[in-house]
Each structure stands twice: as C-alpha cells, then as structure tokens.
C-alpha cells in the first residue's frame, strides 16, 4: 500500500532553532505542565497541541479509555521524527511509501500571522525535505504555504520543488476577503499545474480569520470534528465554480483527511446549481459542457482513512479520484492494523480498483514507483 496522508511530528526545537532569534516567543516552542510534564506547543502567545498525536499511535484498538490530550516529546514514537524509524514502521504494517504532512504545522495556518507563517514555512520546508532525503522514492513532502501573498506562494513552491518536495499545502479554508474563485490565486493555480504538484486541502489547516475559526483550540467544540468537510467543500466548491479548473485542466487539488460518504450528495448539489440555478447565483460558465462533478472527478482526489459507507459510493465519487491514507502516526490511525481493516473495508472491490485506492492513483500523483516492488 501506499499511505497518501502520513504525519510527521515536528521536534520541539524545529523553528526555535532555526528562525531568526528576532521573533522570541512569537516563535513556536514548547511549554511544559509545570503538574504532570505534558508538553504543549505555543504559537505567538496561543497554546495549541501537544504530543498526545503521536505518543499514542495504535493504543485506540487496545486501550481506548487510557487515551489522553496531553503527553511530552519524550512519549513520541520515533517513527513521527525519524525517516528511518517511519520506513521500518510503515513497512511493517503493509505501506511501502508515504505523503508526509505536518502535524503542528497545520496549526500554524489558525494561529500565525503573515510575516510569521511565512518564516514558519521556510523552516519546515528545509527539515521535510532533509527528512524525504533519507529515501526520496518512499517518502513524498508536501510543503507548507502561505498564501496571504499568493507571490510568496509560488515562490516558495518552486523553491519546495528544487527541494525535492512533491505538493504544496494550502488553508483548507480561506478568508473571506480572499476566497479560492478570486484572480488573486491565478499564479498558483498556473504554477502548481506547471510543476505537477499537488496541492491539498488538510483537515485542520483553516486560516486565522476565515468564517467560523477560533484560534482558542479549547473551545473546539465536538461538533466541528462532525462537520469538518464544510470548510473543504466551500473551498472546493469555489474553485469549480471559479472556473480554476476550466483554466487548469492539468491542476490537482486534494480533499485530505475528510473522508469520503458526504462526497456524492455534494457533486449532486453543485450540479443542480451550476444548471438550474442561474438566476441568483454568480460563477463562471464553463468553456465546455462539462458539470462541476466532472471537474471534481478530473482534478480532485480525496485522501480518506477508514470509511465503509465513501467506498460503496466510490462510482460516485469516481475511482480515479480516490487515495487511501492511515494517518501514521496519529492517536486516530489505522496502524498497526492498516492492512486488516482495508481488507474488511475492501471486501467485495474487484482487484483493479484496489490497486487504484490503495496504490496507483497515489503513485500517480506523487510519482511513487508504478508499481509496488517485489
């Protein structure tokens, strides 16, 4: 298999060590519980995660109830921070390669400012690509961006690609000054197509200031974690009906991390608006007779973790848009029982759209191997 959403967990010292000694505390660092020795990381001034994510890989199928919000560095598996600990790990539960994201990183994009995030970015770029190059044919990046100045962006994303990187990473939800159908973006869009990269969309990853964010993670309510794909279908939904796609027939976007069920009432309701919507509403009209599901189906692929009811429905969704990932090494992964539970979820797939989720549309996008080794 191949894992199209794997995490890495960034070391305490990432950006302390290696921004510019200028940005103090703003800096992201970490704290210690003073009861207890949890270790929290802080971001100009907001305390966000701990270690927890990564310190309690695999407990949920044995011990559920002992599972915690907070944990030190210490607790980590090494796989979350070393290349060579994740290739045995992974290899172990059945995953050749990987798509690396952050983990603190996503919280970054809802708490950073611009000058910040930027710096932020630079810096996990340069460790993500040091990390890949232990085995650049396992271990595919996907580079942070900012994209409050989308100049930045896409300089910062060819720079990620002479890096050896492999996609880009954007908020999964904009501000609304500065949504996805705006001009603005144009440069991206066109210079992601140019390079092949992949830009994705990962749960978590909403920008400071867009509709319905708070910066306070402790407010989280339960409810966002059962609503999460809003934020992604509004993004999605204003690309398509931006026209992004129509321009950038060759630009790949990824919906990471939100599963799959609610995907085919969603192609359904773009449908119905781009045709029997007109009179209210103000988008693009497409070059070509296509809908939007059918853009969806060309240029969006959906990284999903465990979801019985999105693969009954993958016709729908469209099996070439569809990548399997275990979120290694995260408290909510499936690993170690990666290969068990896609063998249940599996069950009944033919052989070919298998190989498609569990392999090919992933090494298609990243430029994996074509196929899996001997």
Request: net charge negative; with cysteine; glycine share 8%.
């Amino acid at each position: 298999m191949l894992s199209s959403d794997t995490h890495v967990i960034e070391p305490p010292d990432l950006w302390t060590s290696r921004l510019d000694r200028s940005w103090g505390d703003e800096a992201p660092h970490v704290v210690e519980d003073q009861v207890g020795g949890a270790q929290w990381w802080v971001v100009a001034e907001q305390r966000t995660l701990s270690f927890a994510g990564g310190a309690q890989t695999g407990d949920r199928f044995d011990k559920p109830i002992e599972l915690r919000t907070g944990a030190s560095f210490s607790e980590v598996r090494p796989g979350g921070y070393d290349p060579h600990a994740n290739l045995i790990d992974n290899e172990a539960d059945g995953v050749w390669g990987s798509v690396l994201y952050p983990t603190e990183g996503l919280m970054l994009y809802t708490q950073a400012h611009q000058a910040l995030l930027s710096a932020c970015c630079r810096v996990y770029n340069d460790w993500l690509s040091e990390f890949c190059a232990a085995e650049p044919d396992r271990l595919k990046g996907v580079a942070m961006l900012n994209t409050d100045d989308v100049d930045e962006a896409v300089a910062e994303l060819r720079r990620a690609h002479s890096l050896g990187l492999s996609g880009g990473l954007i908020p999964t939800a904009a501000t609304p000054d500065q949504p996805y159908d705006s001009p603005v973006f144009e440069p991206l869009w066109r210079a992601a197509a140019e390079l092949g990269m992949p830009l994705s969309l990962h749960l978590g990853a909403n920008r400071a200031g867009a509709a319905g964010v708070d910066r306070d993670l402790s407010r989280i309510r339960p409810s966002y974690f059962a609503v999460c794909e809003h934020w992604v279908k509004v993004s999605v939904a204003d690309m398509i009906f931006g026209g992004v796609f129509d321009r950038h027939p060759d630009l790949r976007v990824g919906v990471v991390e939100h599963e799959l069920g609610w995907i085919p009432f969603f192609l359904e309701r773009m449908d119905y608006t781009y045709t029997q919507r007109h009179g209210n509403a103000r988008y693009t009209r497409f070059a070509t007779a296509e809908r939007p599901s059918d853009f969806f189906r060309r240029n969006v692929f959906c990284s999903f973790q465990d979801d019985e009811l999105g693969i009954r429905e993958r016709a729908a969704i469209g099996i070439d848009s569809i990548c399997w990932g275990s979120d290694y090494p995260h408290t909510e992964s499936t690993f170690p029982r990666s290969q068990q539970i896609m063998g249940a979820r599996l069950a009944g797939v033919t052989a070919d759209e298998q190989r498609k989720i569990l392999w090919e549309n992933a090494a298609r996008l990243y430029g994996f191997a074509s196929a899996p080794p001997a």
